[in-house]
């Protein structure tokens, strides 16, 4: 079974800053994918993100990017030139090749102007 | 292209009464899923679809939930009789297939209180 740990319920950064938020994991798998996906409020979650673990080299989407530390079991989403629509709820989600996509139970960003 | 659709958006019923969901999944995604999202935690997979046979339905009480999705393309979910632990917002999502390689698109979302 899958398990995700999400330590930070909240977070906040200023405009322009950027900011890490953290997850450890843990899966009997040995290929699976990482994921973050954002939840703004009253809006739909949408993927930002994607690692595949066989990969060493760490993923990147304009401004979000990853920290994959396999043997850690770690996947922190680094967000950088935080803008005010990166304010949402982030989750961390683990998915082996037959298990179901688990969620951790999000951090709440806040972005300051 | 359409994103996933579900109805309706809020619900309000009193204990002990029946409701039903309706997703509407992405043109072509084989796989369809339906997670719960109780305040202040991360969506939990109540059900999944491969076309119209069940994947995991592990999480599902069966006792009160049912789910269908007879010709592999929209689903409903119902609960009866409902119960107070379960007002949540209820998501659909969909992908190509189960594999991690494809992203989950989800819906708009079905906030159902139970009072």
């Known amino acids: 079974a899958q398990t995700v740990t999400q330590s930070q319920p909240e977070m906040s950064v200023q405009e322009a800053e950027t900011v890490t938020l953290s997850c450890t994991y843990d899966t009997s798998e040995s290929d699976y994918y990482l994921f973050w996906y954002k939840q703004p409020p009253s809006r739909q979650m949408i993927l930002v993100i994607r690692q595949e673990a066989y990969k060493q080299q760490n993923a990147t989407e304009n401004r979000f990017s990853v920290n994959f530390q396999k043997a850690a079991k770690s996947f922190s989403l680094k967000i950088s030139d935080s803008q005010l629509g990166d304010a949402a709820m982030y989750f961390c989600?683990?998915?082996?090749?037959?298990?179901?996509?688990?969620f951790g139970k999000g951090t709440k960003l806040t972005v300051n102007p | 292209e359409a994103g996933v659709a579900q109805s309706p958006r809020y619900k309000i019923i009193e204990k002990r009464q029946s409701v039903a969901f309706w997703c509407n999944p992405i043109s072509g995604h084989a796989t369809l899923y339906w997670y719960q999202q109780i305040l202040g935690q991360g969506p939990k997979l109540l059900i999944q679809f491969q076309n119209n046979g069940v994947v995991d339905d592990s999480q599902l009480p069966k006792d009160r939930f049912s789910a269908e999705r007879l010709k592999g393309v929209d689903s409903t979910l119902k609960i009866q009789p409902a119960k107070l632990e379960d007002s949540a917002v209820y998501l659909c999502?969909?992908?190509?297939?189960?594999?991690?390689?494809?992203?989950?698109?989800f819906g708009p979302g079905t906030r159902l209180t139970v009072t």
């Open positions: 989600a683990p998915k082996g090749g037959s298990e179901k996509l688990v």
């Open positions: 999502a969909s992908s190509l297939s189960a594999s991690g390689l494809y992203e989950q698109y």
